[in-house]
């Protein structure tokens, strides 16, 4: 598809089309070449507008783009002038905005305080807690908080205090959003980006993956170190958090680099006999599946010897096709922008451990436990959860294979 190429090629602010999917791949590899292994670019005036408005959206969705940014501030040149003065902009937007982002957690810890609710900030938000200007590089999405007291009533009436109103809960989460629209101003940055961010209220730090869960939250309570007078996750239990989130992202074809990044710096922070004692409260082959594809593609994109030495410790306790898929999965694979051509969701062979794991991860593909939905509080309780369940999991399915399809035949 011919793009007419715009006065700046990093001016471009719509995404790419479906035409552009054969380029994803060499691009996402480029930019993990760039991110992970500071291998040059070619990014200038020559470049096809294609592959440069594809390396863009590439930043924005991987959230490497402030990362990029403040290796261009300390006298790095990546691509030509006007990409490095576009990621630059990206380092001096998120600074900003983690600023705002750091007053609305702020105010958020003190009408939960004031409610008797406890409120631990998870991810991002725990790391926001060591400085702006230490996580400028990184941005944030939503702020996760593990909270404990008070109804759920109670919960929404404690955040209202901050200007956020319900908007729906899942298994997993109740998440809100900002009562009133506050846009940034287009003439100070750029329009098209929301804030404030939503807010997301778990009572427990759980992953659920297709009839297997793991709950880490006494793992989480357990390391908890103060950070500013707020309590937050250890260097341990974060790590771990990051780990089973990356992994369940990457299966779900929803991985992003900067997981990748957080993982690798926070695996840094620890050993691998920790982590690995700290997965031992189950059984370790229930627990590896969880940890194992993000640590494993961390070692092979970042060098990190701790990542490598917890892969090689729970090979053997995982799946033989997650082992394989995950040795050879690229970030393409696993991302947003590869989704479309290779989803492992459904793949049993990468999640099944045993027999009996293969037979309820099918079940739970084909109808899910009621009960299951009910104590997740999935889309709602018991049987109206499966009712509304099987309508959004089989259209999504049905999209997928159509636009497969199409795009088959329109090649």
Partial sequence: MAVSPPQTLWDVREAPPHAFRPLLRQVTQAGADLVFRRVPVEIDATTPPEFAIAMRQLFLVHGVGPLLGLRVETGEQIGDA?????????????????????QRLDTLLACCARAGI?????????????????????????????????????WDLAVAHAGYCFMRTCWKHREYSYCEEQP?????????????????????????????????????????????????????????????HASVSML?????????????????????????????????????RF?????TLVARETGNGVAAEISTALRGDVAPGMATWANSVTL??????????????????????????????LAATAAPSPAVLASQQYEGEGLAALARWYPRYYGGLLRRVWEHVRGTTSD
């Fill in 332 to 361: 393409y694979d696993v991302s947003y922008l590869g989704r479309f051509d290779r989803r492992p969701l459904d793949r049993a062979a990468l999640w099944a451990v045993a027999p009996g794991d293969r037979a309820r991860m």
């Fill in 118 to 154: 406890e409120a631990i900030p998870l991810k991002g938000g725990a790391l926001l807690l060591e400085g702006v200007e230490a996580l400028a590089w990184r941005t944030i999405g939503d702020i996760d908080l593990l909270v404990k007291g008070g109804s759920t009533r109670d």
């Fill in 184 to 244: 940034w101003s287009p003439d100070v940055l750029d329009g098209s980006r929301d804030y404030p961010i939503s807010l997301e209220l778990h009572p427990a730090v759980v992953e659920f993956f297709r009839g297997a869960r793991w709950d880490i939250t006494q793992i989480v309570r357990s390391g908890l170190v103060n950070r500013g007078g707020v309590c937050v996750p250890g260097d341990l239990a974060m790590a771990l958090h990051l780990a089973v």
């Fill in 291 to 295: 940890v194992y594809p993000a640590v």
């Fill in 82 to 102: 006007a990409c490095s003065g576009w990621l630059r902009d990206e380092l001096n937007f998120n600074r900003l905005r983690l600023g705002r982002v750091r």
């Fill in 252 to 288: 779900e074809g929803h991985g992003r680099m900067i997981h990748i990044v957080d993982l690798d710096r926070a695996l840094q922070r620890v050993s691998a006999d920790a982590f690995l004692r700290a997965m031992r409260p189950g059984p370790l082959r229930h627990t590896a």
